[in-house]
């Protein structure tokens, strides 16, 4: 691993395979309860899908992951823990900007900074204090390489990422996140506003890219979670109703509560 | 889990998979009426029976493709999922199953036909044993279907053996005859066609039998035998 947290490892301890350990979690918006005893295991080098109705409490889990939720006010956990390769990401020592380097995230609208195609890869290896150009040349080449994207734009990297189509803002957004080498990518609708073609690029890439990576991605297109995702997590009302590999959620799920979200006939 | 009853969102869907379900209903009885009449027809030297028994078949045929037709839309607009898709890929491998009992019953019609129009009289009564068997494996495995019944689904294929044994009986006293049957040899060896089509019918209601326990449990049973370590080893 090329990227770590702060190293201050505390029980329990997750399993080889198991890159993220989600354990109990509760938490709150202010009085109301939005996750309820959540408990899962996210795997190395696999791609998880978070599915639900909107409400449901998956947008919410994936961003405890990096601890997104700390800029809401009024939010905490109130129960449970979350260990990223062995570490506790509440506890006190964990530098929040490193876990969010460590975790990266993808989000539902593409969100390239207002800089040049070139600037936006560099920006994390910039912050992290690389000033070597060469290095830095590398890593922007290796990570467009990785997020397909390095032939549509190696000849017009100082131009600006406004530029792009959103689909290939989309894709610059992943070169991002991979350029400072995280231990997990958690996407949230990545591709809800994309056409089939730049989704499918996207989907292409994250399979792709899951050899290297841990990925959660929080979608409502049932497809996209049957054709992209290992395994899948459906939550209902704040709880994890069932998670299970997604070829048994979406053939044979054990929940009727699954079932009659995944094929319609909700509500 | 229990089938489901609650409706989909979209209801074009319900609409669509109930067409799909009715046309699949409508095959399995004609089916069973054809395979009925079909042996009608060489019981009583009835050749006008036969003769629709033939014609009818293409009802059968058309509802295979339709049902085809019926389940790439589901599959192409709806993309279901779980137990939907469980049925659209059953119903679709139901409806090639039934299609080949309705051509064998084709089969047993023209059998009977000739046998009609030969002089010669033969005890035709002694393929009416193996008729009781394939006819009960059919109803048993459509029921299967239509009642979501998996334990009958399952438990077709001693059933079965039973009716591979008499079929194998069945031929050895045919074949046995054959030798000094003279004039009557040509009907003793339609019999002997009829009494496979028989036993294959009774081969193809296992299938179906199996497609139900899949679509009830989304269980695969189809070469279990095979799958059992007895297997592998008396297959050594």
């Known amino acids: 691993m090329q990227a770590t947290l702060d190293p201050k490892p505390s029980s329990p301890a997750p399993s080889a395979e198991v890159s993220v350990a989600i354990r109990d979690l509760c938490f709150n918006y202010g009085s109301s309860q939005a996750l309820k005893d959540i408990t899962l295991d996210l795997h190395k080098h696999e791609v998880t899908a978070f599915i639900g109705p909107s409400g449901c409490g998956k947008s919410t ?207 | 889990m229990p089938p489901m009853n609650q409706q989909h969102i979209f209801h074009e869907l319900d609409k669509t998979m109930n067409a799909l379900k009715d046309s699949v209903l409508l095959m399995a009885s004609l089916t069973r009426q054809n395979l009925e009449r079909s042996v009608n027809a060489l019981l009583n030297r009835d050749i006008d029976l036969a003769r629709s028994v033939i014609g009818d078949d293409t009802e059968v045929d058309e509802l295979e493709m339709k049902i085809d037709q019926i389940g790439m839309d589901i599959l192409l607009r709806f993309h279901p999922v779980a137990t939907d898709l469980r049925l659209v890929i059953t119903s679709m491998k139901m409806a090639h199953n039934l299609e080949r009992i309705s051509d064998h019953a084709v089969n047993i019609a023209k059998r009977a036909k000739k046998i009609c129009k030969s002089s010669e009289a033969i005890e035709t009564t002694i393929i009416e044993p193996l008729y009781t068997k394939a006819e009960k494996l059919l109803r048993d495995a459509l ?48 019999l002997i066609f009829v009494a496979r089509s028989l036993e294959r019918i009774g081969d193809l209601s296992v299938n179906i039998g199996e497609d139900s326990v899949f679509l009830s449990e989304a269980r695969d049973i189809r070469h279990e035998h095979r799958k059992s370590p007895e297997a592998g080893e008396s297959q050594d």
């Open chain 1, 61 to 267: 889990l994936l961003r405890c992951i990096n601890r997104m939720n700390d800029e809401i006010p009024g939010t905490r956990v109130t129960k449970g823990s979350i260990h990223i390769e062995d570490i506790n990401i509440h506890d006190p020592s964990v530098d929040v900007v490193k876990l969010r380097r460590d975790v990266g995230m993808v989000f539902q609208k593409s969100n390239p900074f207002p800089k040049s195609i070139y600037e936006n890869v560099a920006f994390g290896l910039r912050m992290r204090g690389v000033k070597d150009k060469q290095v830095i040349d590398q890593a922007v080449e290796e990570s467009l390489r990785s997020a397909a994207l390095w032939d549509e734009v190696k000849d017009r990297l100082q131009e600006s990422a406004l530029g792009l189509s959103g689909g290939q803002q989309q894709r610059l957004c992943i070169a991002r996140t991979i350029a400072v080498k995280p231990l997990v990518v958690l996407m949230d609708e990545p591709c809800s506003a994309l056409d089939p073609i730049a989704t499918a690029k996207v989907e292409e890439l994250v399979w792709q890219l899951k050899n290297d990576y841990t990925f959660v991605i929080v979608t409502h297109n049932m497809q996209q979670a049957a054709r992209v995702s290992d395994r899948t997590a459906f939550f209902y009302m704040g709880e994890l109703v069932e998670y299970s590999d997604t070829k048994r959620i979406f053939s044979n799920p054990r929940v009727r509560k699954t079932e009659e979200y995944i094929s319609g006939r909700f509500g």
């Open chain 2, 143 to 190: 029921l299967a279907y239509t009642d979501a019944n998996p334990e009958l689904g399952q438990g077709l294929k001693p059933a079965d053996a039973a009716l591979d044994a008499e079929h194998k009986q069945v031929i050895a006293m045919l074949s046995g005859r054959l030798e000094n049957a003279g004039p009557r040899a040509e009907n003793l060896l339609h």
